[in-house]
């Protein structure tokens, strides 16, 4: 199972506007899962760039994510926690806060920009539309150099 949060999504749908590369289909390829407050958000926010039936919705008991919420979380990002907690999933985040948040529950979330180097290692992407797709992202200050001289060096171990 993978979760993405609504930077994340945002982050896709930059790439499809800027670069004509649509990443859903291969999103779609997944086991894609939402919380229902992660999929009010995305409807709000994203409705018309995705079509959040095609996945499934878990619930959020309240009581479990007001604990996060009253340590700054929205309420999509603390249903993304109480989630994360409970089940063996992949945690894709652009939001830094959650990100070290998730870091220091000693789970193991991950950017886009290091899923990219998932989807090469599947076969998904091709080495040329990986790297092409971390420039863009440093391009644009969505990475830091040292993180795109790391990636860029984990792409040199696939021919």
């Not at 899962?33 to 409705?47: D, I």
């Not at 039936?53 to 619930?59: D, G, N, T």
């Amino acid at each position: 199972m993978i979760i993405l949060d609504i930077c994340s999504w945002l982050k896709i749908q930059l790439i499809k506007d800027s670069l004509d590369l649509d990443l859903r289909d291969i999103f779609k390829k997944f086991n894609i899962v939402l919380t229902h407050e992660l999929n009010e958000e995305l409807n709000y926010y994203l409705g018309e760039f995705i079509d959040t039936k095609v996945f499934p919705i878990f619930p959020i008991y309240t009581d479990k994510r007001k604990k996060y919420e009253r340590l700054g979380f929205d309420l999509a990002d603390a249903s993304i926690i109480c989630f994360a907690k409970k089940n063996n999933c992949i945690i894709i985040t652009e939001d830094g806060a959650l990100l070290s948040f998730l870091l220091n529950l000693n789970m193991k979330p991950v950017q886009v920009s290091e899923f990219f180097l998932s989807l090469l290692h599947l076969n998904i992407l091709d080495k040329r539309t990986a790297l092409n797709l971390i420039k863009f992202l440093r391009d644009r200050k969505n990475i830091k150099e040292k993180k795109f001289n790391k990636l860029k060096n984990r792409l040199d171990e696939y021919r």
